[in-house]
C-alpha cells in the first residue's frame, strides 16, 4: 500500500472520530482497483468516510441517491428531446448521467443506498465494475479513465424499503461493516459537531438517551448520533429543557416495532424515567 497516504492526517483533518480500521479497508479496496460496499445503520457516518478517502486520494466525488424511482437514463444518461427532434442523436446532445460523468473524469462514484434501487440499474453497473465501460445507445462506448471506482452503501436488511442487491453484483464488492460507536467516542462526536459547546454533563445524557433507544424491544430501529447532537442543540436553544428536546429530536429519528399498541409518546416518556432513575436530577430544568 503506498505510504503517501496518512491515515492520521487524513482523519485529523475531516475530523473524524475513531474508525481508523474502516477508513483502512475503504482505501485498501480502492487503492487495489475493488469497490467498497459500506454496510451500516443511518447515522454511522458512512458518506463521511467515503469522502474523507476519496479527497485523501486525490480523486473527485461523484454522488448519487438511491431509490426506486431511479432509472438507467439518470443513472447513464440522456440525449435531449428537443434537440433529438432537431438534428438527431448527435454526440453534443449528450446528457451525461453520474456514472459516465464519473467515468470520464476518473473520479469516484459514489452511491448512497445502491440496495434501493431497481435491480435494473443496478445491473448497468456490472461491466463498468467488470470492463471499466459502458455501452450508451445512440452514443457509443464509454471507457473509464485511470482513478475511477465505485463506493456504495448499504442499510442492513431490517430497515424499512431497503431491498437486496443481486448476487451478481455483490460478486464486484468488497463489505465494509459498520456499527454504532462506543459511548466514548459518540460523546466526542456530540461535543464536536454540536453547535452551542454542551456541557459534559449534557452531551453525556443525549449519548445516554440515544444509545437506549437501541435496545429497546419496544423499538424496531433506534437513533443515530444524529439525535444526540439535536438533543444536545435543542437543550440549548430551550433554554435547558432536556425532556422538551429529547421529544423534539426522538420521534422522527426512531422506527417503533408496533405504533399502534405502543405510541411513542410513552416509549420516550419511560427512556427518559429510566435516565433520571440512573441520574437522578439530570432531567431537571434550570431556573
Known sequence: MPT??????????????GRRSQLRAIHACLVTGRHPLLEGPVGVG???????????????????????????????????????????????????????????DGALLFINELNRMPEGVQNVLLPALDEGMVLVPHYGRVEAMAGFGLVATQNPAEFVATGHLSEALLDRFELVQLDYQDENEERRIVQQEARFAPTTALVAH??????????????????????????????????????????LALPTRIELADPRRT??????????????????????RPR
Do not use: N, W
Open 4 to 17: 503517501s497516504f496518512d491515515l492520521e492526517r487524513l482523519a485529523r483533518d475531516h475530523e473524524i472520530v
Open 46 to 104: 458512512k458518506t463521511a468516510l467515503a469522502r474523507a478517502v476519496a479527497e485523501g486520494m486525490g480523486r473527485g466525488f461523484v454522488r448519487i441517491d438511491g431509490d426506486g424511482r431511479y432509472t438507467e437514463a439518470k443513472l447513464v444518461g440522456h440525449y435531449d428531446p428537443p434537440g433529438v427532434l432537431e438534428r438527431g442523436y448527435h454526440p453534443d446532445l449528450f446528457i451525461a448521467g453520474p456514472l459516465v460523468r464519473a467515468m470520464r
Open 206 to 247: 443525549a449519548v445516554s438517551v440515544v444509545r437506549a433507544t437501541r435496545c429497546d424491544p419496544r423499538i424496531r430501529r433506534g437513533a443515530s448520533i444524529r439525535a444526540a447532537i439535536a438533543i444536545a442543540d435543542l437543550t440549548t436553544a430551550l433554554d435547558g429543557d432536556i425532556v422538551a428536546a429529547t421529544q
Open 263 to 284: 405510541p411513542a409518546s410513552e416509549v420516550l416518556r419511560d427512556l427518559l424515567e429510566q435516565i433520571e432513575k440512573k441520574k437522578p436530577g439530570i432531567l431537571a
